[in-house]
């Protein structure tokens, strides 16, 4: 995303990059190559590019959340990524962060429409 | 149906331009699995259309997937010669380093004389009152960032356990970045060696002039420069918390080491605006042919870092 991206788009694209990071460590719980894992987040509606994807694998697997290795014995070699414990562990920590972000983003929305509701009927 | 093969052209123009812009350490893995993404591509379109992949499909992949030198972006960090999280310790480091360099210099004047640690020279403040002052502290300043900038930034890259992301001036060259280090690494370490006391030469007026005293010629004042512009925009980000590069900052920078540089070269000559006073007292008059062409040697290439800052920066800007 260059420079002249909107606020929105990029706000989205922050977003993005937060939840992606927690659907890959789940996803991977069972092991996958990159392009079937691009399949499965489409599908999940989290469309995401190899530009985006492969990067954030290999960070992931830096900090030693996930293992890779490559598969040679299909018609072509294939490199496959799996969670590991720590990975499934910290999977956990943030999926209850993003649930407890989402109350906490629900509730406030909700105050909200509700003082925009008191404010229309004076 | 054949699936899609590895010895397609466009598939191996595509991999080609990828290359030269990966991390040198990473680069054969991350093609091998690009390429294996890409003929997945090519085989679910060829599925979807019934037929052979053909070079239509792999063009069609390959523009879903982006320019090759936008992918490779993805792969490389941002590097920094002072990390974010390490600037404060650097600014206390290069303070205490500044402490102790104007002490010694403030001794070397009430003694009167220089003094000498091994091949360092400590000068004493020149006779021309408080500009002499200023010259000194000046190039105090830039000499200390300079040495604590290297130092932060190799101790930087033998730490390895520093969060990977934000280690300072981390190994992550794709080839050409590495290429161009090491000949300018050669190129100057060569030039220093052999034209230690007369590193720089500004040709004005069909004369060559170095600008260097013997107590300046320790360390190339092009390195400084270019640290002191590295660091500056380390500490832009630092400050302001970005990890991205933005247009003002590498404009900043790219402007930075330019006027720095073209200081540090005798730019008021060259371009005829008033010389910052005392500046006499750094320069001496030479003759030698091999002075005044190391010194053209060096000013070229500082001409050329800093014209590369500036590309960098209207490529940003046409984004």
């Known amino acids: 995303m260059g420079l002249a991206a909107s606020f929105p788009e990029r706000a989205h694209a922050e977003i993005k990059r937060g939840v992606l990071q927690v659907a890959v460590l789940s996803l991977l719980r069972q092991p996958t190559y990159g392009y079937d894992l691009l399949k499965r987040l489409d599908a999940c509606d989290l469309p995401t590019e190899e530009g985006t994807l492969y990067p954030v694998l290999r960070r992931l697997q ?61 | 149906m054949t699936t899609a093969s590895t010895d397609s052209p466009v598939l191996r123009a595509y991999l080609g331009r990828l290359r030269p812009h990966l991390p040198l350490r990473t680069s054969r893995d991350i093609l091998m699995e690009l390429e294996s993404d890409i003929l997945d591509r090519v085989d679910a379109l060829a599925e979807r259309d019934g037929r052979d992949p053909d070079d239509e499909m792999f063009r069609h992949a390959l523009e879903e997937i982006g320019e090759p030198e936008v992918v490779a972006q993805s ?67 830039l000499l200390d960032i300079g040495i604590t900038a290297v130092a932060f930034g190799v101790a930087g890259a033998l730490n390895r356990n520093v969060r990977p992301g934000t280690r300072s001036f981390a190994v992550q060259a794709t080839p050409r970045q590495a290429g161009g280090r090491a000949l300018l690494a050669v190129l100057a370490i060569v030039v220093m060696t052999v034209f230690r006391d007369s590193l720089f030469v500004v040709v004005s007026e069909g004369r060559a002039y170095p600008l260097a005293t013997a107590w300046t010629a320790e360390v190339m004042p092009l390195i400084t420069a270019a640290m002191v512009g590295a660091v500056v925009k380390d500490g832009l980000y630092a400050i302001l918390g970005e990890r991205k590069t933005t247009l003002g900052i590498d404009a900043i920078h790219g402007a930075a080491v330019v006027a720095l540089t073209l200081y540090l070269l005798g ?53």
Request: aromatic share 8%.
């Open chain 1, 62 to 122: 830096g900090e030693g959340l996930l293992t890779s290795e490559w598969d040679t014995s299909g018609s072509r070699p294939r490199k496959y990524y799996r969670t590991t414990d720590e990975g499934v562990a910290v999977m956990q920590q943030l999926a209850a962060e993003w649930s407890r972000v989402h109350a906490a983003l629900e509730a406030v929305l909700g105050e909200a429409d509700g003082n925009d509701d008191d404010s229309e009927h004076g």
């Open chain 2, 75 to 141: 792969y490389v960090r941002e590097r920094y010669l002072v990390a974010p999280e390490a600037y404060r310790t650097f600014l206390l480091a290069t303070a205490m380093v500044f402490g102790v360099h104007i002490v010694l210099v403030g001794i070397a004047t009430a003694l009167g004389h220089a003094l000498h640690f091994g091949p360092v020279g400590i000068a004493p403040v020149g006779p021309h009152g408080l500009v002499s002052v200023l010259a000194s502290a000046i190039h105090a300043v």
């Open chain 2, 267 to 319: 730019g008021d000559a060259l371009l005829e605006v008033p010389a910052v006073p005392g500046i006499e007292m750094f320069r001496a008059p030479v003759s030698s042919f091999f002075e005044q062409l190391g010194s053209l040697v060096l000013a070229a290439i500082a001409l050329l870092a800093a014209m590369k800052t500036m590309r960098r920066c209207v490529r940003l800007a046409q984004l």
